[in-house]
């Protein structure tokens, strides 16, 4: 069965502080995978995009990686702010022609003042 | 933000009834899904839709049914609601792209949906 695992499920650190997020999955030959934040009640907004021929993506103090081999996925994010307090959720497009998401759980991280 | 506007955004309705939920995207997307998102399980797909009355069911779509008239609107339909689908339901688009393209996904703003 195709899953995604979001490992762990709740996360508090230090404002300023480097973080990584995981992301796992469990059949190697993806198509691409999407990193998404989450505020409470509210919908969903996509961070980055990577496509299974990249290794890494970035967007600002935002940078996804991408190990297929290993069915790994990782959201880096630079000097944390409170702002950055949020649940991320990855999600998984498994093979082209097939759009349908697969996502994680998510990981709710709290950044302390 | 992308043009994705779902309605009604709150909603409760008595356990039996039909309801309705809109999904219109202003973005000319070739494809539309639904999703519905529980604690302890995630988000979900319910259905999608490819085109234009093409559509197809995802892993949750027991007790419900999509229509698609218009590339722009994409509905959902509880045709009689149960307590279990209470929940949030979640409008996304995509664009079709080709082989080796972005498809990157967006999504609405989310419908509380009540069933009581």
């Known amino acids: 069965k195709q899953e995604v695992t979001q490992i762990p499920a709740a996360l508090s650190v230090p404002e300023g502080e480097n973080l990584v997020l995981n992301c796992s999955f469990t059949d190697s030959a993806i198509y691409n995978l999407q990193w998404f934040r989450q505020d409470p009640g509210k919908g969903l907004t996509s961070l980055l995009l990577?496509?299974?021929?990249?290794r890494e993506q970035t967007s600002g103090r935002l940078n996804a990686s991408l190990d297929k081999s290993s069915g790994r996925s990782t959201l880096y994010i630079a000097a944390s702010q409170p702002g950055d307090s949020a649940t991320y959720l990855c999600?998984?497009?498994?093979?082209?022609?097939?759009?349908?998401?697969?996502f994680g759980t998510g990981t709710r991280l709290t950044i302390i003042p | 933000d992308a043009g994705i506007t779902q309605s009604p955004r709150h909603k409760v309705t008595e356990t039996g009834t039909p309801v309705t939920l809109r999904c219109h995207q202003t973005?000319?997307?070739?494809?539309m899904y639904w999703y519905r998102q529980d604690p302890g399980h995630g988000l979900r797909l319910i259905h999608y839709?490819?085109?234009?009355?093409?559509?197809d069911k995802g892993e949750v779509s027991d007790g419900y049914s999509v229509s698609r008239s218009k590339t722009e609107d994409f509905l959902l339909t509880l045709e009689s609601a149960t307590s279990s689908q209470t929940s949030v339901y979640f409008c996304?688009?995509?664009?079709?792209?080709?082989?080796?393209?972005?498809?990157?996904?967006?999504f609405g703003q989310g419908t509380r949906l009540t069933v009581v």
């Open positions: 999600a998984v497009r498994w093979s082209f022609g097939n759009e349908k998401l697969t």
């Open positions: 996304a688009i995509s664009a079709d792209r080709g082989r080796g393209m972005n498809t990157e996904a967006f």
């Open positions: 973005e000319n997307h070739r494809y």
């Open positions: 839709s490819y085109g234009v009355k093409d559509t």
């Open positions: 990577i496509q299974s021929s990249q």
